[in-house]
């Protein structure tokens, strides 16, 4: 990747992982670890409407992260965005395992009860913070374990959101029920025996969003209904 905003002092990017849509690099930014964030062509796109989407997707991501940072919620520290090359300079969050990897390590260790109890925590930390994003109108658009980062000791339940694209502010009671169903859909299908662990983020998600969970979950059982259906159907 092309990289002269920064001088020869720094870390040469390391390709650490290729996504759907970006690729993701480890380098320094004044020093500072950081993860450079690179959304690429794709090629079945339209040139001018792929253009338009990066950048929307660019623009929504940090708009994202820094709301979420006024409001409270851990998400790694925008350095720098470079709409020239599509990428995302940010803190990069060390020391930190995603959430899919630790619910992976402790069920392949313990019981399903144990199991249970050890999430159990965890699952009111993430219904904590999705209560204060959805209450701040903040959508994630792609909740799933694999966008949550546990930093440090996973019993310090320091979670840090990422990925932020999909991202969109609305005060929609329909937009917050598909949030949550794309959370139920994902931890459902990656993880076995979780029905308890997302029944905790929900009961924990109606304490932090008072204004609007009764209408939201309502929404989040609508989505449900009709994701049944579409199942019967085929
Ligand atoms: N700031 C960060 N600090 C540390 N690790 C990060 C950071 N941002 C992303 N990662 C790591 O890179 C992975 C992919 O990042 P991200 O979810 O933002 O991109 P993505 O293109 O959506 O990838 P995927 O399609 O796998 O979700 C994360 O699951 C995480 O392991
Ligand atoms: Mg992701």
């Known amino acids: ?34 993860i450079i964030k690179e ?16 950048a929307h997707r660019i623009k929504s991501e940090v708009r994202a992260l820094l709301r979420c940072r ?5 998400t790694p520290t925008v ?3 470079n709409m020239e090359n599509s990428s995302i300079y940010m803190e990069e969050i060390e020391d930190a395992q995603t959430v899919r990897e ?4 402790v069920q392949a260790k313990e019981s399903n009860d144990t199991a249970n109890n050890i999430l159990k925590p965890l699952g009111v930390k993430v219904g904590e913070i999705l209560g204060i994003m959805h209450s701040n109108n903040i959508v ?13 000791n996973p019993v310090e339940l320091d979670v840090v959101i990422i990925d932020f694209g999909l991202s969109h502010f609305e005060n929609f009671a329909e937009e917050k029920g ?22 905790t983020i929900l009961e924990t998600y109606k304490k932090y969003n008072l204004k609007s969970s009764a209408e939201v979950v309502a929404k989040l059982d609508e989505v449900r209904l009709r994701g049944r259906k579409r199942t019967m159907v085929g």
Do not use: W
């Open 70 to 74: 006024m409001n409270g919620i851990c």
């Open 79 to 81: 350095y720098f965005t």
């Open 1 to 34: 990747m092309e990289d002269e905003s920064r001088n020869s002092t720094e870390t040469m990017p390391v390709l650490m992982k290729q996504g759907a849509e970006a690729k993701l690099y480890k380098s320094t930014f004044y020093g500072k670890p950081c």
């Open 102 to 105: 630790y619910i992976q390590h």
């Open 140 to 152: 994630h658009g792609d909740l799933t374990t694999s966008n949550m980062l546990l930093r440090g």
């Open 178 to 199: 598909v949030d949550l169903y794309v959370l139920e859909r994902a931890i459902l299908s990656t993880h076995p025996n979780t029905e308890d662990f997302f029944q």
């Open 39 to 54: 959304r690429f062509t794709k090629c079945y796109r339209h040139p001018s409407l792929d253009k338009s989407l990066t």
